[in-house]
């Protein structure tokens, strides 16, 4: 089972990154519950979804390393770097062209073979001083 939680969360970073939606489909469960929701975010499979648009369209070239992973019987915990170049708009902002890299952590409620609960912080303040979209 641990192998098999781990796998699950190693598929979903690979698939956000890629903005691979087909692969998200089916390790998201439609009813997922996002703990950490950002203001007007759904809170299902979709909004899951409009994230990796989102971060597609800003950072076309987006990658995202995952520097360490942790699991239990039911969770797991993942931890690393997003890095790209914003090519596209990012929250209704016109691109900058910059590079930024930045740490996120999420961790993973696994039911059923499907990530049913998120829980995700991301550095998004880093990513804008970057970006120069905050003062540094």
Do not use: C
């Amino acid at each position: 089972m641990l192998e098999a939680n781990k796998h699950i969360a190693r598929q979903f970073v690979t698939a956000f990154a890629a903005g691979d939606t087909r692969t998200l489909d089916p390790i998201v469960a439609k009813d997922m519950v996002d703990l950490n929701l950002a203001a007007g975010q759904k809170q299902d499979r979709q909004g899951v979804l409009d994230a990796v648009a989102m971060f597609r369209v800003a950072f076309p070239d987006l990658r995202i390393t995952i520097e360490s992973l942790v699991a239990d019987e039911e969770r797991v915990s993942v931890t690393g770097r997003m890095s790209g170049t914003n090519q596209g708009a990012l929250m209704g902002v016109p691109p900058t062209g910059r590079s930024a890299s930045f740490a996120y952590m999420d961790m993973y409620a696994i039911a059923n073979g499907q990530i049913a609960e998120v829980w995700h912080v991301e550095d998004l303040a880093g990513m804008m001083r970057q970006l120069g979209l905050l003062p540094t």
